[in-house]
């Protein structure tokens, strides 16, 4: 007997399905590489304590006078006239204005009228009293008139306050009779004697018998 012989089939291989572990893993990406940053190096800075004040500034501060407003006041400018009458010219709170109103009455007594140049210096007719300081007229100190006691008196300022005392024998009077030309200026014109030198007295002859003005301080 032929034994049968049994023909197999030829297996195929299966083609395994390519899976996520199987593909090619994508080269990694290498970062490029950055330059560390340089640290700037900062110096230590020592912070020292203020100073403690000195006895002698803390006295200096302690003795250091508050500062003074000058409070307003009231002033009048006043004229008595060669036969002791007085009338008020002007008033305000403004000493300045009071001593340049007064300048202006004194040049239109004696400046300002029909005499001859040569006639003006001996017939003039009014006279301002001002204290010089350094070589000008004060702001801190004004004459203040003859009282009824016989003296004159002065009005100072100390501290923002004004105060009337007996005219003080160091100061420096000068009698203002008027601003005239001479040539293309103009200069105060004051009192002086025949010889061209100032007079500094309230007890000179010239001053008699002529009108005087003066400011009073009313509050």
């Given at each position: ?34 330059p ?23 006295k ?66 009014a ?5 010089f300081e ?13 009282k ?18 007996p ?8 009698f ?7 040539g ?5 014109w004051?009192l ?27 509050g």
């Open positions: 007997m032929k034994k049968k012989v049994t023909k197999t089939k030829s297996v195929r291989p299966i083609k395994q399905k390519k899976t996520a572990t199987m593909k090619k893993a994508a080269p990694k990406k290498v970062k490029a590489h950055k560390a940053k340089t640290v700037k190096t900062v110096k230590a800075v020592r912070i020292t304590k203020p100073a403690r004040p000195t006895k002698t500034a803390v200096r501060v302690s003795e250091s006078k508050p500062t003074v407003v000058p409070r307003k006041i009231r002033a009048e400018l006043w004229v008595y006239d060669e036969y002791g009458q007085g009338s008020i010219v002007a008033n305000g709170d403004n000493l300045q204005k009071m001593t340049d109103r007064a300048r202006q009455f004194i040049n239109e007594a004696n400046v300002e009228n029909a005499l001859a140049a040569g006639e003006k210096h001996k017939a003039w007719e006279y301002y009293p001002e204290i350094k070589n000008a007229p004060s702001t801190s100190m004004y004459y203040a008139g003859n009824r006691d016989g003296k004159h008196y002065v009005y100072t300022n100390a501290n923002g306050s004004w105060s009337q005392i005219l003080p024998k160091e100061a420096k009077m000068r203002f009779l008027g601003t005239i030309q001479k293309r200026t103009k200069e105060d004051y002086s004697d025949h010889r061209g030198n100032e007079i500094n007295s309230l007890n000179d002859n010239q001053l008699q018998q002529k009108s005087v003005l003066f400011i009073k301080i009313t």
